[in-house]
């Protein structure tokens, strides 16, 4: 089952139907490589494409290289070879324009203790030379429930807040695109759950939101594409909805008294197969109005094959994730 | 230019500077005093006049040069190395600004603060001796140009140190002894000959020397061989920084 889902997967490598052409590209990286200092290559070649306004998660181990490429497209490290540009500019010949949109919430927490929140997020502001302007940070700080905590020193917020303070800083010059790197490692349920909802507010302002995660649940909450990426090679991207809907697939096992070697010729018009131990594997869609099931049971007992035993299983993206990841380790 | 972000980089190390403004002010200014006390009081009294000068009122413009140097460059050391050491220093990398526009915020402010102190001293060393300035323009210009040279020096060391001994290190072991052997307490005229032309290599001879005479009009070296000290060295820094951006050293993996 997981070979089929898989096999379907990997085959579908054009992109997903839903991003037609009315979208434009707003993020393309181009066979980017990255060895670092001590000679450990991070990125092998990874090409990128995102449409402006669309999510997307970023799946993928410890050190697949996730942080990796987001500071190379943000500036924070080099990329030894390959180009990439933001809203059509050359990230590195054209850093100002390419910089001005986009937005970036480290993964670890990075910030000033004895800065005040609302001191610390006027100061990226300034950075990325928009003058001053309080109400607009105001809002954002509304945004992410920040609003009480605007004049605490950041050394008093708790983690999750500080979390948010990263996010604010971010969002504070009104970036098109934003990226999230694990926005939600060491966050409990709750703010989880509101960072999901920031994530959608974003994306209805017409951000465009990538970000990285451990945690497939994530992914599928929030994303409308999903990528997989595991040492330094994104082995796919595929749009979350045809994704799910081919995980719909589901297998219907059926155990028979009496094994048998091969497909009865009465049965031939059902999507049967049989499995190892002489049962039955049929295969339907789920979420499809009729499953057949109703027909190919009265089929079976018509063939006079009797049942021991029924059940379902069906993959989950989950599956899919660890075997591609494993596949790719061996 | 991205003058927004420069004036956002200096404002938010110019507030960190007023946070700490007491600490940033008793401690030279006690340590002048103790010097005036030291030098001006115990050994004045043996030495009375240095080519007409008071002992007193000689030290002055060295007094001020040790605290300057020594300010301007640990704060500049300092302002960038914070960043680094908690990881701030991300959002420097991934903003829309130049090298040199990072370079105005973090020197300029850095610079301002040894100013400010510079002068702090210069008001201290009046309630302990009558100071007349000959050349007060060219003096203002020798300590900006000081503050400023000082404070390229104290960023390049911030951004080569990997911890808090490193970044100690250059002040302690190269600025402080360069200033005490550059002529801030002595003529270079009271040393043997050999001595005298051993001391000319001190690069902050020049600026002592350029400092006091604009105070007093007179001078160990002539005032364009200052000039073109704080001039070289201040060229030697700006480049070495054009290379650590350009490169990336210690800043980009
Ligand atoms: N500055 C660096 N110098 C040398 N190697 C590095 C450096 N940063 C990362 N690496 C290596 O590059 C690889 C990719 O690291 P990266 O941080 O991009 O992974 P990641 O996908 O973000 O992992 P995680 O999920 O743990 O955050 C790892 O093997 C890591 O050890
Ligand atoms: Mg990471």
Redesign the interface.
């Given at each position: 089952m997981k070979d089929l889902v898989r096999n379907a997967l990997l085959n579908n490598k054009q992109p997903a139907a839903t991003l037609g052409d009315s979208m434009t590209t707003i993020l393309n990286v181009s066979d980017v490589t990255k060895t670092?200092?001590g000679g450990h290559q991070a990125l092998k070649g990874v090409d990128l494409e995102i449409e402006e306004g669309e999510i997307l998660a970023l799946l993928g181990p410890n050190g697949a290289g996730k942080t990796t490429l987001i500071?190379i497209i943000?500036?924070?490290?080099?990329a030894s070879s390959g180009t990439i540009t933001v809203g059509g500019f050359d990230h590195v010949r054209d850093?100002?324009?390419?910089?001005?949109l986009?937005g970036?919430v480290?993964q670890?927490i990075?910030?000033?203790?004895?800065e005040t929140v609302m001191?610390s997020v006027?100061?990226?502001?300034?950075?990325?030379?928009?003058?001053r302007d309080d109400a607009r940070i105001e809002e954002i700080l509304k945004l992410l429930s920040l609003h009480d905590k605007k004049d605490s020193r950041i050394m008093t917020l708790s983690g999750g807040m500080k979390r948010r303070v990263l996010i604010a800083?971010a969002l504070c010059h009104d970036p098109k695109i934003l990226f999230l790197d694990e926005p939600t490692a060491g966050v409990d349920v709750e703010l989880r759950k509101d960072m999901w909802d920031i994530v959608a507010k974003l994306k209805q302002t017409g951000v465009t939101v990538i970000l990285t995660t451990h945690y497939i649940e994530e992914a599928e909450a929030m994303a409308d594409r999903i990528g997989v990426i595991s040492k330094g090679e994104i082995l796919l991207v595929e749009d979350k909805d045809a994704l799910i809907k081919r995980l719909g697939q589901k297998e219907l096992l059926i155990e028979l008294d009496n094994p048998i070697e091969a497909l009865p010729e009465a049965l031939a018009s059902h999507p049967l197969t049989v499995s190892d131990d002489g049962g039955l594997i049929y295969t339907y869609d789920a979420q499809a109005g009729s499953t057949g099931i109703t027909g190919l049971l009265a089929d079976l007992r018509e063939a006079g094959l009797h049942m021991s035993d029924l059940s379902t299983r069906q993959s989950s993206l989950e599956d899919i994730f660890v075997d591609l990841v494993k596949e790719d380790a061996a | 230019m991205n003058w927004n972000a420069i004036a956002a980089i200096y404002r938010f190390e110019m507030a960190r500077t007023f946070r700490t403004l007491m600490q940033s002010i008793v401690s030279p200014v006690l340590s002048t005093s103790l010097y005036f006390v030291v030098f001006g009081a115990a050994i004045g009294s043996r030495i009375d006049q240095v080519e007409g000068v008071s002992y007193g009122a000689f030290i002055v413009p060295g007094l001020i040069m040790l605290t300057v140097l020594t300010q301007s460059t640990t704060n500049a050391s300092f302002g960038i190395y914070f960043p680094k050491f908690i990881g701030t220093v991300y959002e420097l990398l991934s903003a829309p600004i130049s090298f040199f526009e990072i370079v105005i915020g973090y020197v300029g402010a850095a610079a301002t603060k040894a100013f400010m102190i510079g002068l702090i001293i210069l008001a201290t060393a009046h309630f302990f001796v009558d100071l007349t300035i000959a050349h007060p323009v060219w003096m203002m210009a020798f300590l900006v140009l000081t503050c400023i040279s000082f404070a390229l020096l104290g960023f390049i060391i911030g951004i080569w140190a990997q911890n808090f001994e490193q970044l100690q290190l250059v002040p302690l072991l190269v600025i402080t002894p360069l200033v005490f052997l550059g002529g801030s307490f002595y003529s270079i005229s009271m040393l043997p000959p050999v001595w005298q032309t051993i001391t000319l290599f001190n690069p902050v001879v020049y600026l002592i020397s350029g400092f006091r005479w604009a105070f007093f009009g007179m001078a160990d070296v002539s005032l364009g061989w200052s000039v073109l000290a704080i001039a070289v060295f201040m060229t030697t820094c700006l480049a070495t920084i054009g290379w650590i951006f350009r490169t990336g050293y210690r800043l980009r993996s």
């Open positions: 670092y200092e500071s943000c500036g924070i490290a080099t850093y100002r324009a390419a910089r001005n986009i970036l480290p670890e990075n910030l000033e203790p004895f001191n006027r100061f990226s502001r300034g950075l990325f030379g928009k003058p800083k | -």
